[in-house]
C-alpha cells in the first residue's frame, strides 16, 4: 500500500491528521500493515504498551487499524493523485444545524512533506464552508518526488465537480423533505510557492515575480528584492503555462 493510499484511507476520521500521522498510534498501524501482523499478536503488542504506559492506544487491533476501504489512486505524471470529491462531505455538512442556505466553499492549497527523512511532497486540496465551525476535509491529494508538472491536470477534477455544483447546485433530502443548496466559492487560500504554481507565473522568488509592478528584481544575499524606484504593472504578468481555474 503507498503513503498515499494509506493517507486517503483515513481521511473521513474527524481529527487532525496532520497531527495523527505523527502519533505512535499511526506508526504501529503503518508497521503492522507494512509487515503483515496478524490481529492477534498485535493486540497483544498493544496490552504490552498500554501497561508500560502508553494509555492512549487502543486495546484492540481492530481499533488501531480501522476498516480500510477500497481507494482508487490514480497516476499524474511522476506521482498518485487521489480524488475523494466535494459532493459526499457537503452532504453530510448540509445536514447540520449550523449550515447556512447557500454554501461558500473556502478551498486550501499547498505543498508540504510529510516525512523529514523522505523527499516525497504532499500536495492536500483541502475545503471548508464559510459560516460553518468545522475542520477543512480533503477533496483530493497528490503525491510525489515533486510538485504535479501540471497545474491543469491537477485541478481538472475539482474544477469539473465545480463546474456541475455552481450551475445546479446540490440536492439534499432532510426528513423527506427536499432541498437544493446553492453553491459558490468563497476563495481560494494558498501559500507562495502554490499560488504561483496553480497561476502559472514565476515564482516568489524568481526575477519579474512580481504581481503589481514590472521591477525585474534583484539579489542581495541570495534574497530577491524589489527596487525603491518601481513601475506599476500594466495588467501584463509573466505567465509560465494556462492558468487553469477558469469557471
Given at each position: 500500500?503507498?503513503?498515499?493510499?494509506?493517507?486517503?484511507?483515513?481521511?473521513?476520521?474527524?481529527?487532525?491528521?496532520?497531527?495523527y500521522?505523527?502519533?505512535?498510534?499511526?506508526?504501529?498501524?503503518?508497521?503492522?500493515?507494512?509487515?503483515?501482523?496478524?490481529?492477534?499478536?498485535?493486540?497483544?503488542?498493544?496490552?504490552?504498551?498500554?501497561?508500560?504506559?502508553?494509555?492512549?492506544?487502543?486495546?484492540d487491533?481492530?481499533?488501531?487499524?480501522?476498516?480500510?476501504?477500497?481507494?482508487?489512486?490514480?497516476?499524474?505524471?511522476?506521482?498518485?493523485?487521489?480524488?475523494?470529491?466535494?459532493?459526499?462531505?457537503?452532504?453530510?455538512?448540509?445536514?447540520?444545524?449550523?449550515?447556512?442556505?447557500?454554501?461558500?466553499?473556502?478551498?486550501?492549497?499547498?505543498?508540504?512533506p510529510?516525512?523529514?527523512?523522505?523527499?516525497?511532497?504532499?500536495?492536500?486540496?483541502?475545503?471548508?464552508v464559510?459560516?460553518?465551525?468545522?475542520?477543512?476535509?480533503?477533496?483530493?491529494?497528490?503525491?510525489?518526488?515533486?510538485?504535479?508538472?501540471?497545474?491543469?491536470?491537477?485541478?481538472?477534477?475539482?474544477?469539473?465537480?465545480?463546474?456541475f455544483?455552481?450551475?445546479?447546485?446540490?440536492?439534499?433530502?432532510?426528513?423527506?423533505?427536499?432541498?437544493?443548496?446553492?453553491?459558490?466559492?468563497?476563495?481560494?487560500?494558498?501559500?507562495?510557492?502554490?499560488?504561483?504554481?496553480?497561476?502559472?507565473?514565476?515564482?516568489?522568488?524568481?526575477?519579474?515575480?512580481?504581481?503589481?509592478?514590472?521591477?525585474?528584481?534583484?539579489?542581495?544575499?541570495?534574497?530577491?528584492?524589489?527596487?525603491?524606484?518601481?513601475?506599476?504593472?500594466?495588467?501584463?504578468?509573466?505567465?509560465?503555462?494556462?492558468?487553469?481555474?477558469?469557471?
Open positions: 500500500m503507498s503513503d498515499l493510499a494509506e493517507f486517503a484511507e483515513i481521511y473521513e476520521f474527524d481529527f487532525d491528521v496532520f497531527a500521522l505523527k502519533t505512535l498510534d499511526f506508526k504501529l498501524r503503518k508497521w503492522a500493515i507494512k509487515n503483515n501482523i496478524t490481529l492477534t499478536a498485535l493486540s497483544e503488542l498493544l496490552a504490552i504498551l498500554k501497561s508500560s504506559g502508553h494509555n492512549s492506544l487502543p486495546k487491533a481492530r481499533t488501531l487499524l480501522k476498516t480500510p476501504q477500497k481507494v482508487e489512486v490514480t497516476k499524474m505524471g511522476s506521482g498518485e493523485y487521489w480524488y475523494g470529491g466535494l459532493e459526499k462531505k457537503l452532504r453530510e455538512i448540509s445536514k447540520r444545524k449550523d449550515c447556512p442556505k447557500d454554501l461558500e466553499l473556502t478551498f486550501h492549497i499547498d505543498g508540504t510529510i516525512y523529514k527523512s523522505s523527499k516525497s511532497e504532499f500536495w492536500p486540496t483541502q475545503c471548508d464559510k459560516g460553518v465551525e468545522m475542520k477543512p476535509f480533503f477533496v483530493a491529494i497528490y503525491q510525489g518526488p515533486s510538485k504535479p508538472s501540471s497545474a491543469e491536470i491537477f485541478l481538472r477534477p475539482l474544477l469539473n465537480e465545480l463546474l455544483l455552481l450551475e445546479k447546485g446540490l440536492d439534499v433530502s432532510i426528513n423527506v423533505k427536499s432541498y437544493t443548496f446553492k453553491v459558490g466559492i468563497d476563495k481560494f487560500i494558498l501559500d507562495a510557492p502554490a499560488r504561483a504554481f496553480l497561476k502559472c507565473i514565476i515564482g516568489h522568488s524568481g526575477y519579474f515575480s512580481c504581481e503589481r509592478c514590472e521591477e525585474p528584481g534583484e539579489y542581495f544575499c541570495k534574497i530577491p528584492k524589489r527596487g525603491q524606484n518601481f513601475k506599476k504593472k500594466s495588467g501584463h504578468v509573466c505567465l509560465i503555462g494556462k492558468f487553469p481555474i477558469t469557471l
